[in-house]
């Protein structure tokens, strides 16, 4: 039984997220035992996106959080802390995808005049020159006496790591884009809510009904569940799968009528929701434009193993 509202301790919890961001939860202690609350602030973008979304819930946070983010990172604070300037350094900025959409909301945001974009850019490209000045003399020192760089010069042996190598370190940096981290965590703690949440049977109800999740995001799902374990995995799974069969089953029905109404015989026919079936099929096979993005300064092909 639970106890009297009088008898209730309350309290409220903040979990740190980066670049100084963070969330916070309710939290509420019964006499008999201890009750976390949690308020909207996970479960309400849940809730949010099945409503709002067309396609991906998941897709939709992703994308709606990359931009608010980004806007963060923008604000005085954010640029003036030295632990995130460091984490950009250390990055050596931000990935392709990241640096290019920086530059556009650093820009066209309500007053914005690209100071921030470029304080940003200014310690990295002074740790960038640093460290392109110190490996250059050391590769003219190298030349002057015993060879410690692997060129490529036939016969030479390899000694220690190569030129290619040492300069990736420089231009690749020590750790990941930071927006996509924080996407990547921030996907993470939605996805775990999302799971959680399909234990509930009415929750399941309303997801079944739908457009359900992106491959990837389906994917991720089921990962989650196989290694964790949840409470009605089994009801979680099947709800997941309900809504992914009907979407497959979708998709494929308005490809096949697309194609049909492009054929003479049937190109007077009036145009139906297939109209939109090839953006619907690149967000359910790929996700949302930039989902799990990852890049290198390098093409993939010139990574080698050590
Ligand atoms: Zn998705
Ligand atoms: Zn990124």
């Known amino acids: 039984m639970i106890p009297p509202e009088s008898a209730d301790v309350r309290g409220r919890v903040k979990i740190s997220l980066n670049a100084g961001r963070s ?6 202690v019964h006499l008999g035992g201890f ?9 309400g973008p849940i809730l949010e996106g099945l409503e709002q979304a067309e396609g991906c819930l998941l897709c939709y ?9 980004i806007e963060h990172l923008l604000m005085d604070e954010v640029v003036m802390n030295p632990d995130f300037l ?6 050596r900025g931000f990935c392709n995808r990241h640096m290019h959409l920086f530059y556009d909301i650093a820009y066209k945001s309500y007053g914005a005049d690209g100071l921030a974009y470029a304080l940003y850019m200014q310690a990295v490209i002074e ?3 640093g460290d392109f000045q110190s490996l250059c003399s050391r590769f003219e020192r190298d030349i002057k006496s015993t060879v410690k760089f692997h060129l490529p010069v036939r016969g030479m042996r390899r000694k220690s790591p190569s030129l290619y190598r040492a300069f990736e370190r420089v231009v690749e940096g020590e750790r990941s884009c930071p927006v996509c981290s924080h996407l990547l965590s921030f996907d993470s703690m939605r996805l775990s809510t999302l799971v959680e949440m399909l234990g509930d049977k009415d929750f399941r109800r309303k997801f079944e ?9 389906f994917l991720s799902a089921i990962r989650l569940i196989d290694e964790r374990g949840f409470e009605n995995a089994v009801d979680a799974i099947q709800a997941l ?18 194609i049909r109404k492009r054929s003479w015989v049937f190109k007077d026919e009036p145009v139906g929701s297939e109209v939109d079936v090839n953006h619907i099929v690149m967000n359910l096979l790929s996700g949302v434009e930039g989902l799990y993005y990852r890049s290198n300064r390098v093409p993939y092909t010139l990574k080698r193993d050590g």
């Not at 009750?35 to 479960?43: A, I």
């Open 23 to 28: 969330i916070s939860f309710d939290w509420i």
């Open 35 to 43: 009750e976390v609350v949690r308020d909207n602030l996970l479960t």
């Open 61 to 69: 946070l992703w994308l709606r959080e990359e931009r608010r983010f």
């Open 86 to 91: 460091e984490e950009v350094e250390a990055a």
């Open 127 to 129: 740790r960038i020159a």
């Open 209 to 217: 009904s739908s457009d359900g999740l992106c491959l990837p995001h």
């Open 241 to 258: 799968l309900k809504v992914e069969m009907r979407r497959i089953g979708l998709v494929k029905h308005l490809l096949s009528e697309f």
